[in-house]
């Protein structure tokens, strides 16, 4: 063997060994380091800024795609609310309102409801007419064939006139729905 050997032997026989504490705060470290998530950087603006605009042209396609583009096309249901004559009389109302507010006469929660309509199936443009009869008015909606409508009904009788026009043929679900009721369902057809 050569000197340089010997050195080497000795170094290593000398050397310190490491205290358990220190060889445990080292391994505590080295963990946590280990943990430590990469933070999150904030993008470019030259990325998110065309990304914005590629997400607002992409909503206004699908507001023009769901809204039937410029065709003139509503989502909103038309329906033509109509008393009939002597409403006040079949409520019991007539004489005895003369000298009283409605608000005062009128019961706070409306009973009735709907009758079934006139006709389940009619021609394109022909309008669903159903009747009614509440005892004080009340509000609610009128949804049929993807289009919805609110809906104001007077005390009394009456009818809803719920316009075909611009609708789909098929047949589809009408529901009116007013407060203090279950909601009102119809399967109508409308012819091609």
Same mark, same amino acid.
């Given at each position: 063997?050569?000197?340089?050997?010997?050195?080497?032997?000795?170094?290593?026989?000398?050397?310190?060994?490491?205290?358990?504490?220190?060889?445990?705060?080292?391994? $505590?470290?080295?963990?946590?380091?280990?943990r430590e998530?990469?933070?999150?950087?904030?993008? @470019?603006?030259?990325?998110? /800024?065309?990304?914005?605009?590629?997400?607002?042209?992409?909503?206004?396609?699908?507001?023009?795609?769901?809204?039937?583009?410029?065709?003139?096309?509503?989502?909103?249901?038309?329906?033509a &609310?109509? @008393?009939?004559?002597?409403?006040?009389?079949?409520?019991?109302?007539?004489?005895?309102?003369?000298?009283?507010?409605?608000?005062?006469?009128?019961? $706070?929660?409306?009973?009735?409801?709907?009758? @079934?309509?006139?006709?389940?199936?009619?021609?394109?443009?022909?309008?669903?007419?159903?009747?009614?009869?509440?005892?004080?008015?009340?509000?609610?909606?009128?949804?049929?064939?993807?289009?919805?409508?609110?809906?104001?009904?007077?005390?009394?009788?009456?009818?809803?006139?719920?316009?075909?026009e611009?609708?789909?043929?098929?047949?589809?679900?009408? &529901?009116? =729905?007013?407060? =203090?009721?279950?909601?009102?369902?119809?399967? /109508?057809?409308?012819?091609g």
């Amino acid at each position: 063997m050569n000197e340089q050997d010997d050195i080497g032997r000795e170094m290593r026989e000398t050397r310190a060994e490491p205290t358990p504490e220190f060889a445990r705060a080292l391994d $505590e470290r080295a963990a946590e380091w280990l943990r430590e998530r990469p933070r999150r950087r904030l993008t @470019s603006p030259r990325i998110w /800024i065309p990304a914005a605009a590629v997400a607002s042209a992409a909503a206004v396609v699908i507001a023009l795609a769901v809204s039937g583009g410029d065709d003139g096309d509503t989502s909103e249901l038309e329906v033509a &609310v109509i @008393s009939d004559q002597g409403a006040l009389d079949s409520v019991g109302g007539g004489a005895e309102l003369e000298g009283k507010r409605e608000s005062e006469a009128a019961p $706070e929660v409306a009973e009735g409801g709907f009758a @079934s309509p006139k006709a389940t199936r009619v021609a394109e443009g022909e309008p669903v007419v159903v009747r009614f009869f509440f005892t004080a008015s009340t509000d609610g909606t009128v949804e049929f064939a993807g289009r919805e409508t609110e809906l104001h009904a007077p005390a009394g009788a009456g009818r809803l006139e719920i316009s075909t026009e611009g609708l789909p043929p098929g047949t589809h679900q009408l &529901v009116i =729905s007013v407060r =203090s009721m279950p909601p009102y369902r119809q399967r /109508i057809e409308i012819g091609g």
